[in-house]
Nanobody, 113 residues
């Protein structure tokens, strides 16, 4: 199946921004919805944002208005632009191929002063 690799994580101060990218290679990409999830140690992995094959987007209430998900089917990438970051956004962020158990290995985002 498609291989997913996340990148772009790092340390950022509250109020700052980061842009995460998920690159897919091999297999089918364009017909699947894609999503970004995040997980904090000891807590479940929760969806942050998703995007359909045609670009319709959905957001968790906690990030709506601050995060933007986008995709480029030609390049087989899914990005997550994160603005106005808060400490509670700290987590490992994962890319997921919708409706499947296909995940990337994750990228760490730490929001701290």
């Amino acid at each position: 199946q498609v291989q997913l690799v996340e990148s772009g994580g790092g340390l950022v101060r509250p109020g700052g921004s980061l842009r995460l990218s998920c690159a897919a290679s091999g297999g089918i990409f364009s017909t699947y919805a894609m999503a970004w999830y995040r997980q904090v140690p000891g807590r479940q992995r929760d969806v942050v944002a998703s995007i359909t094959s045609r670009g319709i987007t959905y957001y968790a209430a906690s990030v709506k208005g601050r995060f933007t998900i986008s995709r480029d089917n030609a390049k087989k990438t899914v990005d997550l632009q994160m603005n106005s970051l808060k400490a509670e956004d700290t987590a490992v962020y994962y890319c997921n191929q919708g409706g499947t158990s296909n995940w990337g290995r994750g990228t760490q985002v730490t929001v701290s002063s």
